[in-house]
């Protein structure tokens, strides 16, 4: 499997492109603030042909460049419906004093075509079957992306960082709800599935249970 990811923008949001092998299919994964160039950088090198955009959650950090690459390559994003509206109004997922003079130049455009998820059954794209779940809790919508096989990986976006659990912010985050999505996610996914979180260094499932102590199998 090819993983390339690198931190994009001023929020150093992780953007994930994915592959079962260079010179064939890939996806890409929360293509933030000006990811679109090193997206393409990546694409050229490995010889990709980028299938579709899966977001993990709608806030602007992860969907910031979403409807540019969508455009350039013509192909859909994949969003659960209940964080759609913030790829044309990225504020309905901010709190109040949030500053808005950093929305300045975010696209506020959907792509031509978008996909709900999860989808009835797993996503097969790049090459590589992946099974799309719902984690409510950082937000209403938030999805993590689980790849099974030899070298299992999951997508956790903000709901699950390395050392700690993500954040819950009015008005669309609920602690208690965001707490149970990574306990499920903790209790079903084997320790060694390798996590690949939206902001700051991978580790794995069995490292980041530990360092957060409570979220017991």
Same mark, same amino acid.
């Given at each position: 499997?090819?993983?390339?990811?690198?931190?994009?923008? *001023?929020?150093?949001?992780?953007?994930? &492109? +994915?592959?079962?092998?260079?010179?064939?299919?890939?996806?890409?994964?929360?293509?933030?603030?000006? %990811?679109?160039?090193?997206?393409?950088?990546?694409?050229?090198? $490995?010889?990709?042909?980028?299938?579709?955009?899966?977001?993990?959650?709608? $806030?602007?950090?992860?969907?910031?460049?979403?409807?540019?690459?969508?455009?350039?390559?013509?192909?859909?994003? $994949?969003?659960?419906?209940?964080?759609?509206?913030?790829?044309?109004?990225?504020?309905?997922?901010?709190?109040? *004093?949030?500053?808005?003079?950093?929305?300045?130049?975010?696209?506020?455009?959907?792509? *031509?075509?978008?996909?709900?998820?999860?989808?009835?059954?797993?996503?097969? +794209?790049?090459?590589?079957?992946?099974? %799309?779940? $719902?984690?409510?809790?950082?937000?209403?919508?938030?999805?993590?992306?689980?790849?099974?096989?030899?070298?299992?990986?999951?997508?956790?976006?903000?709901?699950?960082?390395?050392?700690?659990?993500?954040?819950?912010?009015?008005?669309?985050? *609920?602690?208690?709800?965001?707490?149970?999505?990574?306990?499920?996610?903790? %209790? &079903? &996914?084997?320790?060694?599935?390798?996590?690949?979180?939206?902001?700051?260094?991978?580790?794995?499932?069995?490292?980041?249970?530990?360092?957060?102590?409570?979220?017991?199998?």
């Amino acid at each position: 499997m090819l993983i390339e990811s690198f931190p994009a923008g *001023d929020f150093e949001t992780n953007c994930y &492109v +994915l592959a079962a092998d260079i010179n064939g299919p890939c996806v890409i994964v929360d293509p933030g603030q000006r %990811a679109s160039d090193r997206i393409a950088e990546v694409v050229k090198r $490995h010889r990709l042909v980028p299938e579709a955009v899966l977001a993990t959650h709608g $806030h602007m950090d992860h969907t910031w460049d979403v409807e540019p690459v969508c455009r350039q390559y013509g192909i859909p994003v $994949h969003v659960h419906p209940l964080d759609r509206p913030m790829l044309t109004q990225p504020t309905a997922g901010l709190p109040a *004093d949030f500053p808005r003079d950093v929305l300045r130049g975010y696209p506020g455009v959907e792509p *031509d075509e978008v996909a709900p998820l999860p989808p009835p059954g797993p996503l097969v +794209l790049g090459g590589l079957s992946i099974t %799309a779940v $719902h984690a409510p809790g950082h937000t209403f919508g938030s999805v993590v992306f689980l790849l099974e096989g030899e070298r299992p990986i999951v997508l956790t976006g903000d709901t699950l960082l390395a050392t700690s659990v993500g954040r819950a912010v009015h008005p669309i985050g *609920d602690p208690a709800e965001l707490v149970g999505s990574v306990t499920r996610i903790c %209790a &079903v &996914v084997p320790d060694h599935t390798g996590l690949l979180p939206g902001h700051g260094p991978t580790s794995t499932i069995g490292a980041a249970r530990k360092a957060i102590g409570e979220l017991r199998r």
